[in-house]
């Protein structure tokens, strides 16, 4: 009002709120484009602010100063509001086009003249233009500051200055002056807590009118200090005052000094009491003793009020000059006020009690700041604690402040104390420490923006997509499982199930279909076969978010695993023990000796003659036992290669549950694996098997079930538990399975085919507790999961159980398979090839179409360790499958890898060399017998068991193009083999482990009275005599 042509109103304002006002005003008029400058109302309490607001409002309105200056109530949490009229003004400075636009931020109302009454608790490191000209913190609760506290609330007045662009003399100092009754006017005492326009200090209407006769833009003087507020090192300037000094209040001036011309370099001032005003390179409490001199400077004014007496200034101190009015204002209407933004920082007005905490020091040299708390959530330890010390780092106070505070109830770390830590603080916590307005909220988003991404990533996996192959190929039966509500299969209904000898597995695209009666299958039904080298590459994927329920590799950390994974106070990290385990097995015609790394922590999983002494047996859990803490098989993983990406912690798999988890490495590979995984229990196999394929691990992971079986049946017996109540089973789980299904079906009816399904992730542990669960498991010789896949189809999920091959998860009976064995020599297809033969041996196959496994994409390791290289060191060339084998006694280049792959990955890709008359012949496919071999997917197979009283299907209506007899034993013989009948030049092949056993097998099975052989069908896998080469022959039916 008082500025509006009310002077009797002077009489009841400040000279320091008059001068504000006189400068909010009046700036717009000054500059050619109407900018102005921002004056900052702090008022922390928001219904203080937003009466503020309203009065400010009512007021503008009555003095119809709406289009004046804008009145802005803003807080952390809410947007910017401003009216149409300065909305169009702001579009009009900033050039900007779109009519819709709306100011965003604060920094988007540059140039606007405007009181921002700035509400909240805490500012939040808010960034404000550069137009902020006053920045008033009177309001701001002085009791009870906290280090962070203090430093937001004087960051708001704090910008950065480059040094590219030095500040003026005038404007370094202060650029819009007053006279000295101004200068050494103050608010009433009682605004030391930021009471405006009291009247318990009447001035004289003397001074009102010379403070109403010059500009009133001028501020309070300033004194000019540079450096850390918290005792970082002090920058020398000539006109800088040592920090916490304070200059004489202004004497009567005479003529010359007067007559000062105002470019003229002026000396800093102080008015008596404390509006004096302290300008810093690094503003507020921030310790960064070398950031101000790297990133440039920073400056701020700061004016107190209070009532104090004149303060008496030091000898170093300089007298103050003032320079003319009429200077002033020829400086002041020469330039803009974005433009004097630039070279001046803001002023700002501070309690006394926060003044002298800035700017007073200690003993050891550090402003009292130092003393704070931090932040309000924690306290001090102790009393008893040293001082921070000037030449402390960033890093070096956050290690302080973790040492001596500790969380209070309201802190995230409050009673997460880790055992074994002495602080009370996570680990992981990360402190953002730099000064005022240095860009610390933009760094800290762009942080959180790349932690984010690499976070969520790390919660994604690419799992496969695929979906299963062959449907169109899969038998028609008279017999289905209709009871689609059944929990778990009805062992009648099942055994009535034919078997689907069909493979489905979409990671067998490649392979041989194997027939299982007469069926006509046309050529295209069987996908277009793919290159070798697009065998991986081609496979579909999707990206998937982790559960809670998800299996993890090394790179996992949580604070709930750590014990899981070996990281524990009261285990000693690598403290575990080696142990020999040896049993006989006679087809391998020696003694077998595995050995076993068993932590100390799993121990209690074990058998030991005595403490720390000879390993005896693993325990086995009772069939009758019916807890729901613990599961009840033994789970085995065979890995290679895949130490670091391994999905080997199981434990949010199986959600806490007590398990037996043993990895299966090879020799070479045992150091490393431990390294990784020093809480794990492994299995390592014996030297001869480090070339050796998988079928050699799952071969031995089998045998030692068995015969550990056995140990505990035998140690249980004693105890007086019957043998056939051990628990029989045993998992066998690819180390790339990453996450578990169950479908929810919701059917009409008990036999509705009309229903709706949804698919969920669940723990490991809740399939493994059904599946165990179920009332006749026992009868049943191999369980497994379908795979996982986006494009499942109803048909697929409605029938509950089928009788089909099981791959990638399975759960083994090793009592009723103790006589079929895994081929320990096969690399590729070993599961296809055990599946045929648990069938043919009269056994259960069962496969619960309503769980599911997804398999993780891992592009290291497994059987992509194996590399196929010329054994000449200065050969470059690539080997391709046509050079794995030749004729023996040739001079082929030899081949570095073993005989079993070699012979392996030729019949993938070239068996149509062997069985000419077979290559897309689906009506006439190769008898192979007692084993599956890939012969690729242009060739069909028929899988016969030699074995007495095998399951075989009916081949009398079947003419075959071809025979496979692959290591065949005692038990296939020439009456067997006439049972079959050929077409007229369908091809045999013989494999054999050398070329004497070759011959013999030739004439025991009476090959010759059948088939025609020439010396030149002779072949051999390239491998050097110590190597031992697989030799076969091939001929010609007559």
């Known amino acids: 009002m008082a500025v509006s042509g009310l002077p009797q109103m002077k009489n009841y304002t400040s000279v320091e709120t008059l001068e504000i006002t006189q400068n909010l005003l009046n700036s717009p008029k000054q500059c050619p484009c109407g900018h102005g400058l921002m004056v900052l109302l702090r008022v922390p309490c928001s219904p203080l602010a937003v009466v503020a607001y309203e009065r400010l409002a009512h007021v503008r309105a009555r003095l119809a100063l709406e289009e004046h200056f804008e009145i802005i109530l803003g807080s952390p949490s809410s947007g910017v509001t401003v009216g149409k009229h300065f909305v169009k003004q702001l579009r009009m400075w900033q050039k900007i086009e779109d009519v819709e636009w709306r100011p965003q931020t604060y920094l988007e109302l540059e ?43 004087l960051g708001l007045a704090a910008y950065f200055v480059s040094n590219e662009v030095p500040l003026e003399k005038g404007a370094r100092n202060e650029a819009l002056e007053s006279d000295a009754e101004k200068l050494s006017s103050t608010d009433n005492e009682d605004e030391e807590l930021g009471t405006e326009g009291s009247t318990s200090e009447k001035r004289s209407p003397m001074k009102r009118e010379r403070s109403r006769s010059h500009d009133s833009a001028s501020s309070s003087l300033s004194s000019k200090a540079s450096g850390s507020a918290l005792g970082g090192e002090s920058s020398a300037q000539p006109t800088a005052l040592p920090q916490g000094e304070h200059a004489r209040s202004p004497q009567p001036r005479g003529p010359a000094e007067e007559g000062r011309a105002p470019g003229e370099k002026q000396r800093p001032r ?121 030449t402390m780092t960033s890093t070096e106070q956050s290690l302080y402040y973790r040492q001596w ?52 990533r790390l ?80 496979r579909q994927t999707a990206r998937m978010r982790l559960s809670k329920y998800a299996a993890y590799n090394t790179y996992h950390h949580c ?52 403490p720390g002494g000879q390993l ?78 998988v079928g050699a691990a799952h071969f031995l992971i089998k045998e030692l079930s068995y015969h550990n079986l056995e140990l505990e049946r035998n140690r249980q017996e004693e105890l007086g538990i019957k043998p056939q109540d051990i628990w029989p089973f045993i998992v066998i789980s690819d180390d790339s399975c990453v996450m578990w299904n169950v479908v929810d079906v919701n059917s009409a009816g008990e036999r509705s085919r009309e229903f709706s399904w949804s698919e969920r992730n669940v723990s490991l542990k809740h399939i493994m507790q059904h599946i165990e669960a179920a009332p006749d498991i026992m009868h049943y010789a191999l369980l497994g999961l379908r795979k996982w896949s986006s494009k499942t189809r109803a048909s697929e999920v409605q029938e509950p159980f089928s009788r089909c091959h099981v791959h990638n998860f399975i759960i083994l009976n090793v009592d009723l398979t103790q006589n079929v064995q895994y081929n320990q020599n096969r690399f590729l297809c070993d599961d296809v090839d055990f599946n045929l033969r648990v069938h043919s041996a009269g056994l259960l196959l069962c496969r619960f179409n309503r769980f599911s496994v997804m398999k993780k994409q891992i592009v290291v390791g497994g059987h992509r360790s194996f590399h196929i290289t010329s054994k000449v060191s200065d050969n470059s060339a690539a080997v391709v499958p046509a050079q794995y084998i030749c004729a ?134 390239a491998n050097a005599r110590e190597d031992r080469p697989l030799f076969f022959l091939t001929g010609r039916h007559i």
């Not at 285990?571 to 100390?600: C, D, R, V, W």
Request: net charge neutral; hydrophobic share 35%.
């Open 459 to 538: 919660t994604e996996v690419d799992v496969y997509d695929e979906e299963e192959i062959n449907i169109n190929l899969r038998e028609e039966s008279d017999w289905h499982y209709l009871q689609l509500s059944d929990p778990w299969p009805d062992l009648e209904l099942f055994k009535k199930l034919p078997f689907d000898y069909i493979i489905h597995d979409p990671k067998y695209e490649d392979a041989s279909l194997i027939c299982s009666h007469y069926q006509g299958i046309k050529s295209e039904d069987r996908g277009m076969s793919r290159k070798p080298e697009d065998l991986y590459v081609r």
């Open 888 to 1021: 023996p006694d040739s001079k082929h280049t030899f081949l570095a890898a073993p005989a079993q792959l070699l012979l392996e990955k030729f019949l993938q890709h070239h068996s149509h060399l062997f069985f000419p008359l077979s290559l897309k012949n689906h009506d006439h496919p190769v008898l192979s017998v007692d084993c599956y071999l890939n012969l690729g997917s242009q060739i069909s197979v028929c899988y016969v068991s030699s074995r007495p009283h095998s399951l075989n299907i009916s081949c009398s209506d079947l003419l075959f193009s071809g025979l496979l007899l692959y290591l065949c034993d005692s038990f296939v013989g020439a009456s067997f083999l006439k049972k079959f009948h050929f077409l007229k030049g369908a091809t045999l092949c013989v494999i054999c482990q050398d070329r004497s056993s070759l011959r013999q097998t030739v004439v025991r099975l009476e090959l010759e009275d059948e088939w025609q052989f020439r010396l030149r069908d002779e072949f051999q896998t």
């Open 405 to 456: 505070t500790v969380p209070r109830p309201s802190h995230m770390d409050y009673g997460n104390r880790a055992e074994g830590r002495v602080d009370g603080f996570h680990p992981r916590r990360l402190l953002l420490s730099g000064p005022p307005q240095i860009g610390k909220t933009g760094a800290y988003l762009q942080f959180l923006s790349v932690l984010s991404r690499m976070l969520v």
């Open 559 to 610: 604070e709930q695993c750590h014990q899981y994974m070996g990281f524990h106070p009261r285990y000693q990290l690598y403290e575990s023990t080696l142990h020999a385990f040896a049993f006989s097995y006679s087809m391998l015609g020696e003694e077998i000796q595995l050995h076993f790394i068993i932590p100390k922590s799993k121990e209690h999983h074990f058998v030991f003659s005595q």
């Open 616 to 693: 005896e047996s693993m325990r086995l859990p009772l069939v009758t036992d019916k807890s729901h803490e613990y599961i009840k098989s033994p789970t085995f993983t065979p890995t290679t290669g895949r130490h670091e990406h391994g999905l080997f912690n199981l434990y949010h798999a199986m959600d806490g549950a007590s398990h037996l988890h043993v990895l299966v490495v090879k020799e070479y590979e045992m150091a490393i694996y431990k390294k990784y995984w020093p809480n794990h229990i492994m299995l390592v196999l014996p030297s001869i098997f480090n070339s050796a394929g």
């Open 111 to 153: 140039g606007l003249p405007c009181i921002l009454i700035f509400s909240g608790m805490d500012p939040h490191g808010e960034s404000l233009p550069r137009s902020l000209r006053y920045c008033d913190l009177r309001l701001i609760n002085s009791s009870c500051l906290v280090r962070t506290a203090l430093e937001q609330e």
């Open 270 to 390: 102080a008015s008596q009491g404390p509006p004096s005003a302290i300008s810093r390179h690094s503003p507020g409490p921030t310790p960064q003793p070398d950031c101000s001199l790297r990133t440039g400077q920073r400056s701020v004014q700061v004016s107190v009020t209070s009532s104090c007496s004149q303060l008496s200034s030091s000898s170093g101190s300089s007298s103050s000059s003032v320079a003319p009015a009429a200077g002033t204002w020829v400086l002041q209407a020469s330039q803009c006020s974005l433009t004097k933004a630039c070279r001046q920082p803001p002023i700002v007005f501070l309690p006394k009690l926060v003044y002298d905490m800035v700017v007073s020091t200690d003993s050891s040299g550090l402003p009292k700041a130092a003393s704070l708390l931090p932040s309000p959530s924690v306290m001090w330890a102790s009393s008893f604690r040293p001082l921070l010390s000037k």
